[in-house]
């Protein structure tokens, strides 16, 4: 127990629920999510800052005769003190008061025995009350004021817990109070810190013909992006008054109404070939056939579920054709919530791609989310687009791009392109 309560005018402070109250909750507790930031949400709305985690594991849940199990993580945590509740803590005090008084239930006392009992009770209830609110300011004061700007700044860009924690802690670890009051400084240095936390996947020059394989969920929009890419090397090439390049499409789409035609219709705009194929034999010999006259062969993808394992483990048996040279893109859109990107993540691995492209960058106003989970699991990102015209609204990835992006930050253009200029090169 605190001494600050040590003066408490009280017979015995363990007599007086509002003082036990005050306790933590020392026993642990155990609580399970789809990862660490998923428990850590789970927690803050339970108990707001409240809570502190002692440990975490991974498990696994679900399936059936130990297939198909999806890993969890479970959280051992304590709850800290908090504030009391008011009405209901001070009836039960007062009734409590009045039966050691009286010597138990049904002994009557007078009004004015009553009416003294409520007034020193509600002298206790404010003094118990003023101190926890002192311990609150406190607490809360003791983090420097930049720091908490800083963390709403995060919020506001809704980058993840764990990632806001991190960045908290670095400034608390690394930063003295001097620098700490200069407000300015401390935003250039965490956007210097996002800046190195966001990885660039750099242009692959790969001996033709060159595979690009995209991968990912529904809805993400692979097609279209196949299509732009395409189109880019076609627009490139001419700019640069080179030979047409040589390039071939394949979609193994059959789960989504159109997914054909869509490509095709690509294709007959760029004046490239367009094949379907519904089997690993297919594909192979599609590539046999034209990997002596091709330059990029694209392979479009049809979208699962990351819970649908059966599909995604037949697909990727499609696309293991010997002696590929290939690189796979994860697709994923800039608002993919946080923990379903984990989700996507885990379960796409098996694919073994290379990087991510981030689409429909133009419907979203924070990357926070994005940049928190590749940046947590090592994933260097390619290419971001926003929009649908094809083949333009792609661009190569960069960090000065998601960096000027950051909501209400003072963004120092001179300095981050300066610093990243080679991470942003196109």
């Known amino acids: ?17 509002p003082l036990a109250a005050m306790m933590s909750d020392s026993e642990p507790k155990k609580l399970t999510g789809r990862n660490e930031d998923d428990c850590k949400r789970m927690l803050f709305n339970m108990f707001g ?3 502190q985690i002692i440990g975490a594991r991974t498990i696994l849940k679900g399936g059936l005769f130990g297939f198909g199990q999806k890993e969890y993580c479970e959280v051992r945590y304590i709850v800290k003190p908090g504030p009391l509740s008011s009405s209901e803590s001070f009836d ?3 009734q409590e008061l009045i039966d050691k008084i009286t010597g138990g239930p049904g002994n009557a006392l007078s009004l004015k025995q009553l009416a003294a009992i409520d007034k020193k009770l509600e002298e206790l209830q404010d003094s118990v009350n003023s101190k926890l609110s002192n311990l609150s300011v406190a607490a809360s004061s003791s983090e420097h ?3 908490q700007k800083i963390e709403n700044l995060l919020i506001q860009n809704e980058f ?4 806001i924690n991190d960045i908290k802690n670095r400034l608390k670890g690394e ?3 001097e620098q700490l009051d200069d407000f300015e400084f401390v935003q250039r240095t965490v956007v210097d810190w996002i800046g190195k936390s966001i990885a660039i996947y750099p242009e692959t020059k790969r001996r033709a013909p060159h595979v690009i394989i995209l991968v990912g969920p ?7 992006t196949i299509a732009k890419l395409a189109g880019t090397l076609l627009k490139n090439a001419n700019l640069k008054k080179q030979p047409k390049p040589s390039i071939r499409m394949i979609t193994i789409d059959h789960t989504r109404v159109g997914a054909e035609e869509q490509l095709r219709r690509f294709g007959v705009l760029m004046d490239v070939a367009v094949d379907k194929a519904e089997s690993a034999a297919d594909v192979k010999q599609i590539f046999d056939t034209y990997r002596n006259s091709l330059d990029v062969l694209f392979i479009d993808t049809p979208g699962y579920s990351p819970n649908d394992f059966e599909s995604i483990g037949k697909m990727r048996g499609i696309l293991e054709i010997p002696g590929m040279n290939k690189d796979v893109y994860l697709t994923i859109t800039a608002s993919v919530k946080a923990r379903d990107l984990v989700s996507i993540i885990q379960v796409y691995e098996q694919f073994k791609y290379d990087s991510v492209i981030i689409t429909k960058c133009d419907e979203t106003t924070a990357f926070g989310n994005v940049l928190s989970v590749l940046s947590e699991k090592h994933k260097p990102i390619a290419y971001i687009t926003d929009g649908q015209q094809v083949p333009k609204k792609i661009e190569r ?8 992006n950051l909501n209400d930050f003072q963004i120092d253009r001179n300095h981050i392109e300066e610093v990243f200029s080679e991470k942003s090169e196109s």
């Open 175 to 177: 930063l003295s109070v």
């Open 218 to 224: 529904t809805g993400v929009g692979k097609t279209t």
């Open 397 to 404: 990835a960069s960090v000065v791009k998601f960096l000027t």
């Open 49 to 51: 800052s409240r809570y």
């Open 92 to 94: 039960k005090n007062r």
């Open 1 to 17: 127990m605190p001494n600050d309560f040590n003066d408490l005018n009280a017979p015995n402070r363990n007599d007086i629920n």
């Open 160 to 163: 993840s817990l764990s990632y």
């Open 145 to 147: 004021q930049s720091i």
